[in-house]
């Protein structure tokens, strides 16, 4: 009796202790989001510099410096512009990662002490403000509309006239529209069809050509186009154009780059004429890889097919960039160890009787690639009986500097482009995430993103001719589409009809 007493004391004292607890299932494996009842930005800001400038016109593009940035758990308010109801996502990064995915070298003193860095996503109504990285409690770095801002905290209150205002009190004219972006895109077109083949014992000629796409919350634009390369430059908008001439006893193209502001005439391009420094005809032709704001990658034909940097400015000048210039110290080292690693390989072909090592920290470029560009170096080498030079390209280990390309971010996986696009070759997406560009051999279609995800349906279809690449993507968001896009018009664009909806 005393047993079964014991038993049941044991059993009453389980069931008690049962009960001060829920069942094991309703927490297992299951994570719980912390309550915010503050944003964790909460507070005004203050820009105490822009870091970097992006293909703005200068005559629209509004200074940014002492400008006050300010966030509630109801609004954010960036200058001008505010966004209702916005969403914060914290994520933890790693800092050096993140920083190179941005393009952005720190000076040491904005540089974070942690080897992590947490970075907080911002958006309203699915529609991207930006990304905001913490230097630590009272310092931000703000990737917003084309631009790297250094903030500064200021206060922790957000300024009494908003904090006590009613959403619906906010004037329309200050509401922003993050849902509009638009993209100026450069075109290489072959003309013939050697320059689609895979054979490099010269190089094929081509067109080019700027298209202007643009999205506003998930309506296009109409789709503009112009014959020759049209970009934005810190100084305004700029044309890139290309003829041929002759100098000396041998024919070559020549590369034109000049602000539209002071457009050169169509009867002194055809010429070619010397009198200016940047219209100058070099023997060979040339052919452009990439179009950046203030520099051009072209492959030429001079001894060999080889790879050069021009600095927009000097556009007709007959040596690129170095490598060291453009790279830096750690650019280099990384070029300089692909090379090597490159050599190497060439030097145990017993048919290779010399390696051509002049100007070696020239011969450089860009190629793209799922969705990115990337750094190449090339090495020109000579068989052994052969007249000409061929060449070899190597990958260089290293994202390319900023200053060389500024935006180059694809907010979805190719994978996940690949699945809704199996024909795909190329994509690019705006910075504000609500626009998709997908290139196919024979397509280039334009998509809205709604959600994290390409919407159901593109929005155009536009013709390609076959051998087609792009050479340049510079992209407007906000209240700069509609100056972009005047500004385009201006220079002689008209309505492309190439067109599927």
């Known amino acids: 009796m005393i047993r079964v007493g014991k038993i049941l004391l044991v059993g009453l004292f389980l069931i008690l202790l049962s009960g001060c607890a829920g069942p094991s299932w309703t927490t297992a494996g299951k ?16 820009v105490s510099q822009n870091l970097q400038t992006i293909g703005m016109y200068e005559g629209d593009n509004p200074s940014w410096d002492g400008q006050i940035i300010q966030f509630t758990t109801e609004v954010a308010v960036v200058g001008d512009h505010v966004w209702r109801n916005p969403v914060f996502k914290i994520k933890k990064v790693d800092t050096a990662s993140y ?3 941005k393009y952005v070298n720190l000076p040491s003193q904005l540089m ?19 990304e905001f990285m913490k230097i630590d409690e009272h310092r931000l770095l703000a990737f917003v509309q084309n631009n790297v801002l250094y903030l500064e905290k200021v ?23 993050p849902g509009s972006s638009g993209v100026l895109l450069g075109l290489k077109i072959a003309k013939d069809s050697h320059a689609n083949s895979n054979e490099k014992a010269e190089l094929g000629d081509f067109d080019y050509q700027t298209l202007w796409l643009a999205v506003d919350d998930q309506e296009l634009h109409p789709i503009l186009k112009d014959k020759n390369i049209f970009f934005p430059r810190r100084s305004g908008f700029w044309e890139l154009q290309t003829g041929s001439g002759q100098e000396g006893q041998k024919e070559g193209d020549g590369l034109s780059a000049h602000d539209v502001s002071t457009k050169v005439q169509d009867t ?6 010397l009198s200016r420094g940047d219209v100058k005809i070099e023997a060979g032709k040339k052919v452009i890889d990439y179009v950046g704001n203030d520099y051009v990658a072209v492959e030429n034909d001079l001894n060999g097919l080889r790879l050069q940097v021009l600095p927009v400015d000097k556009i007709s000048a007959s040596e690129g960039i170095k490598a060291s210039d453009l790279l830096g110290e750690i650019g280099l080292a990384a070029f300089s160890n692909a090379r090597d690693q490159a050599g190497r390989a060439l030097s145990h072909n017993t ?36 007249d000409d030079f061929s060449h070899m390209d190597f990958n260089v280990n290293l994202v390319p500097p900023a200053k060389l390309i500024a935006y180059d971010t694809l907010c979805l996986s190719w994978q996940y482009i690949k699945d809704r696009v199996p024909d795909a070759v190329d994509a690019f997406t705006s910075p504000n995430r609500n626009m998709a560009l997908v290139i196919t051999k024979t397509k280039l279609l334009v998509y809205a993103i709604n959600g994290g995800q390409l919407v159901s349906e593109a929005l155009a279809k536009i013709d390609l001719e076959p051998g087609t690449s792009v050479i340049m993507a510079e992209w407007a968001t906000g209240s700069y589409v509609d100056n972009w896009e005047k500004a385009f018009l201006a220079n002689g664009a008209e309505v492309s009809n190439n067109i599927v909806p």
């Open 31 to 46: 994570i719980i989001p912390p309550v915010h009842n503050t944003c964790p930005l909460e507070g005004q800001w203050q």
């Open 112 to 130: 974070p002490d942690g080897k992590e860095v947490e970075v907080l996503t911002v958006s309203s109504a699915e529609n991207f403000l930006g």
């Open 268 to 273: 002194q391009l055809k010429t070619m004429t």
């Open 99 to 101: 920083l190179m995915s």
């Open 155 to 177: 206060s922790d209150q957000v300024d009494s006239s908003l904090a006590g205002a009613k959403l619906n009190d906010v004037p329309a004219s200050q509401q922003s529209y």
């Open 351 to 386: 048919n290779v009787t010399s390696i051509d090592d002049q100007d070696i920290q020239e011969n450089f470029g860009l190629i793209r690639k799922n969705g990115h560009w990337y750094l190449r170096g090339r090495i020109n080498y000579r068989y052994q009986d052969a």
